[in-house]
């Protein structure tokens, strides 16, 4: 649209089209205009230019000839070549050809139509270029529109400051009425908020421009120029155009919208009639020029605009006024195109400013009683009732005293809910109430808690409630506990939130929250808790264990997204303290009583629980084996932040709660006993096994005590001095403590993984003694750390040592059940494979199905294809070239897989072979003894 080179566009004051660039450059596209018009049949045009402070000057120009030299003269003759011409666009009665103007009396036929989709801007200026393109955008769907319903024949043009489209059709076979419609549909379909469809643009006498003509609406600048109109596209197939679809298309369309219309409450578009505010600072604000008069009722004062700061009226600029009555401003202008317009629309192009804003005081439950009034014009609440002042000297009480106390909105989802104060059988009541409540239809659901109204003024009373809430301060409230992202900088969100943004919600937590991180007690007695009790005892690691969680939560939700939150165990069989470790290290933020479920909690109310949780510690006590909760699964949603079953009971997807906290269990085992011996697992858990946690009996109890009576005191006080310290210490932090702890933990697989999860309990211990200045021993708690992995390691290679010995154990002890070729007499029922015995070597080859079920539970895995690898690594069991296992024939036609082994001779007494006459000996004292590879020197085997 911009920057066409054949075009004009004017971006001074002052500068004039030439004579000669009219001839060269408007003229022509002039000429395309009328030569349109002329194929639709149109002989004469009222040809119009306004100007201000001088008379219209308006002509009937014939457009007949063939060179259009009566138009051109007459545009030379009043010199308006630079300037905006307007035509007519229907075809007049011969009786009027004789006038200098036409009125809509003037057309008995009229078969054309201008649809204006002009720009939203204000009055006197011309659009930019973004304006323009939403309007583009609307034409596009009309042009559209147009194909689907058979219409082939218009114009598209852009009027300078929007678009225009004109069409011509048979409209005489439809009734006066239908060009209106058409604009009203086109209107409620595709109006947009930057540019809408003007529905008056339907009479027949209506001017568009002579496009190729200069639009020039107030001082042309760079971004809102001064621009030729001109014809985009032309659409003809020398038909006229069949508009019976198109009629049936807006009849349909208004009813529909009409129907949906009628669904909103009329108080909407009552409600935008009024807003709160002085009309005189208003207009004063933007330099309007006005004269004030009392209107015709009292308390009523009319500013009468000079002219329509909305739009320019080619007509008469008068008409245009702010209504101010009481404390509401309303905005009326007389013009038919502006009938519907409200002060809302009029906020929108001249927002209200600060100083035009009227502050009005909160309802007081007491004042009402004593006695005071509450204007909200037109309702007024007394503590007699609301009434509705309805005109001059009518007034209807339409309820008992009733209006909205309280606000509450959720940060997460926008709901709202308003506490409903209410007068009810002449006693005050008070009620949290749903946002959707406070609608037509909805209130009076609420009579059954005692709400008094007249029934026909529900709409009334909605009306006045959602007005008197402005006057209401809205308090925020959250679900998500811990570390929030959702913001220019990170909160952190307890009771209260926490942070430096400027952009945070001052919120509070949802009354409906399942963690209690309300602070009870205070810090200082918790402090001589720590001093006394914990200081100098193993409990220094709970206390680095309660932050650790914050510290996860936070790295994962900003530059470790892909850590996975380590699953504590605290395993003793004696009661060491664990529970009151667990009791301490969770109360660091919340109430135990919220933060800790004991095993009767189910994985789906524990995933529950941690919904929306990021980075505050939770904890399970008393895990047993006999729970019904899949430890392995727990572990995985835990470290995962995400519940790995997404089916709810009848098969439909759950919707996945997520959340990134640390969870600290204890048991009577290690939890190796509870999960799968899976490849990663180890690297899931820190298990601390048989540690001492407390001095004394005594000493246990009273930090249990002291927890439970002060909690989320540490917490906070943790999370402010983190903030004026910068929250990203706690990134530095890490990286260095990741930095030691791989300097220093053995060489393994999942060392990296151990070195996180280790990290960041050794970031929170230093986080601890920097924040909140208490000295725990970081090296302890360091060293402790990488004890730990140190034994795991070494427990874990025991456990592997011992596979290939269950494995021979579990073969010799069941002998009985492989098949013997040579021995076909001796039945074996329920056989897992067959054996031989060969010249050097027994060979047993076990069923692949059967053996890989053996696997899983000798080594308690899910999956025994890492076992089986590693057995055939060692050599145990024997692989041909790259097969691992081998078929075998079990009859003459059938062959299944095997795995096959080949065991010493000695063994073949276990599967009833004869024993070779020099081991003889040997066996009788090898069955005595336990069953052990190692017994057996390499040189015994010689026979
Ligand atoms: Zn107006």
């Known amino acids: 649209m911009e920057n066409r080179e054949d075009l004009i566009k004017i971006t001074e004051k002052d500068t004039q089209v030439t004579k000669e660039e009219f001839d060269k450059l408007l003229w022509p596209k002039m000429r395309e205009t009328t030569d349109y018009l002329k194929r639709k049949g149109i002989t004469h045009l009222n040809v119009r230019h306004f100007a201000k402070g001088e008379p219209t000057k308006t002509s009937i120009v014939s457009i007949e000839a063939e060179q259009q030299r009566p138009l051109y003269q007459w545009i030379i003759n009043n010199q308006v070549w ?275 804003k009227i502050g009005q005081k909160p309802i007081s439950q007491t004042h009402l009683s004593a006695g005071e009034k509450y204007d909200f014009f037109p309702y007024l609440l007394s503590n007699e ?199 301490f290290a969770v109360s660091l933020f919340s109430s135990p009583n919220s933060s800790m479920d004991s095993m009767n909690a189910t994985m789906n109310s524990i995933i529950g629980t941690l919904a929306n949780n990021h980075g505050i510690l939770y904890a399970l006590d008393e895990l047993a084996t006999n729970s019904t909760i899949d430890v392995t699964q727990l572990v995985y949603a835990v470290s995962t932040g995400k519940d790995r079953k997404r089916l709810n009971q009848d098969g439909t997807i759950r919707k996945r709660s997520s959340f990134s906290t640390m969870i600290l269990t204890s048991a009577e085992n290690p939890l190796t006993t509870f999960v799968k011996n899976e490849t990663g697992m180890r690297a899931r858990i820190i298990e601390f096994s048989g540690k001492t946690w407390t001095k004394s009996a005594s000493s246990s109890e009273k930090i249990k005590q002291v927890s439970n009576n002060n909690y989320g005191q540490a917490g906070i006080k943790f999370v402010k001095r983190l903030f004026e310290e910068g929250h990203q210490i706690i990134t530095s932090t890490f990286e260095e403590e990741k930095r030691v702890m791989i300097a220093e933990l053995p060489q393994s697989s999942v060392k990296e993984r151990i070195a996180n999860n280790y990290a960041l309990i050794t970031t929170a211990a230093r986080l601890v003694i920097q924040l909140l200045e208490i000295p725990i021993r970081y090296d302890f708690i360091k060293n402790e750390l990488i004890l730990l992995e140190q034994e795991a390691i070494e427990f874990a290679k025991n456990e592997q040592q011992g596979i290939d010995e269950k494995v021979l154990e579990f073969l010799l002890s069941n002998g009985q059940h492989f098949v013997q070729f040579s021995n076909a007499k001796k039945p074996v029922y329920n056989a897992w494979g067959i054996c031989q015995r060969k010249n050097d070597y027994i060979q047993v080859n076990i069923f692949k199905n059967k053996f890989e079920d053996v696997v899983k539970k000798l080594a308690n895995v899910e999956n025994p294809k890492r076992i089986i690898q590693e057995l055939i690594d060692i050599g145990m069991i024997y692989k041909e070239g790259d097969r691992k296992n081998k078929r075998i024939n079990v009859d003459n036609r059938k062959r299944v897989p095997t795995y096959e082994f080949h065991l010493d001779l000695e063994y073949a007494a276990y599967f009833s072979f004869s024993l070779p006459r020099s081991l003889e000996i040997n066996a009788k004292e090898i069955t005595q003894q336990e069953i052990s590879i190692d017994d057996i020197a390499p040189d015994d085997l010689e026979f």
């Open 385 to 583: 009732g609301l009434v509705w002042k309805k005109g001059d000297d009518k007034k209807i009480k339409i309820s008992s005293p009733v209006y909205i106390n309280g606000i509450k909105k959720s940060i997460e989802d926008n709901t709202v809910q308003y506490q409903l104060m209410y007068k009810s059988n002449d006693l005050w009541e008070k009620i949290w109430v749903d946002g959707s409540y406070i609608q037509a239809g909805m209130l009076k659901k609420l009579s059954r808690v005692g709400l008094e109204f007249k029934a026909n003024f529900e709409n009334n009373l909605v009306d006045f409630l959602i007005e008197q809430k402005q006057t209401v301060e809205v308090c925020y409230s959250h679900k998500r506990i811990g570390w929030d992202f959702r913001h220019m900088e990170p909160v952190f969100r307890l009771f209260n939130s926490y942070g430096n943004a400027n952009d945070m919600f001052v919120s509070q937590l949802d009354e409906g929250a399942i963690f209690d991180l309300k602070p009870t007690g205070n810090y200082d007695t918790w402090l001589q808790m720590v001093k006394t009790d914990v200081l100098g005892t193993y409990m220094e690691m709970m206390l680095a264990v309660g932050f650790a969680s914050m510290v996860f939560a936070y790295l994962k939700g900003t530059t470790y997204p892909e850590l996975t939150a380590p699953f504590i165990n605290l395993s003793n069989r004696t009661s060491t303290g664990k529970t009151t470790s667990q009791v």
């Open 82 to 356: 630079g300037k905006t011409i307007n035509i007519t666009f229907n075809q007049p009665e011969k009786a009027a050809l004789s006038k200098t103007s036409f009125g809509n009396t003037d057309f008995k036929e009229p078969n054309g139509v201008l649809i204006d989709v002009d720009t939203v801007r204000k009055a006197g200026t011309s659009a930019t270029i973004q304006m323009v393109s939403v309007s583009e955008k609307i034409v596009k769907k009309i042009e559209k529109l147009w194909k689907d319903l058979g219409i082939n024949n218009y114009l598209v043009a852009f009027s300078g400051n929007g678009m225009h489209i004109i069409l011509h059709g048979d409209f005489k076979n439809y009734p006066n009425t239908f060009r209106k419609k058409l604009l009203e549909a086109l209107a409620s379909e595709f109006d947009e908020p930057e540019a809408k469809i003007d529905t008056v643009t339907h009479d027949a006498a209506r001017l568009t421009k002579l496009y190729g003509c200069i639009a020039t609406k107030g001082d042309p600048t760079e971004e809102t120029p001064h621009r030729q109109s001109y014809i985009v596209s032309i659409h003809e197939d020398k038909k006229t155009n069949d508009l019976s679809k198109l009629n049936q298309w807006v009849e349909e369309t208004l009813k529909k919208n009409q129907s949906e219309a009628r669904k909103t409450p009329t108080l909407e578009k009552k409600k935008m009639v009024w807003m709160k505010g002085n009309a005189k600072k208003w207009a004063d604000h933007y330099g309007f020029s006005y004269k004030e008069k009392a209107g015709d009722k009292p308390g009523i004062t009319i500013l009468s605009f000079e002219k329509c700061p909305m739009k320019d009226h080619t007509n008469s600029p008068y008409g245009f006024a702010l209504i101010q009555s009481g404390d509401f401003v309303m905005v009326q202008c007389m013009h038919e195109s502006h009938k519907e317009i409200t002060i809302y629309d009029f906020n929108e192009l001249y927002p209200r400013p600060d100083e035009a």
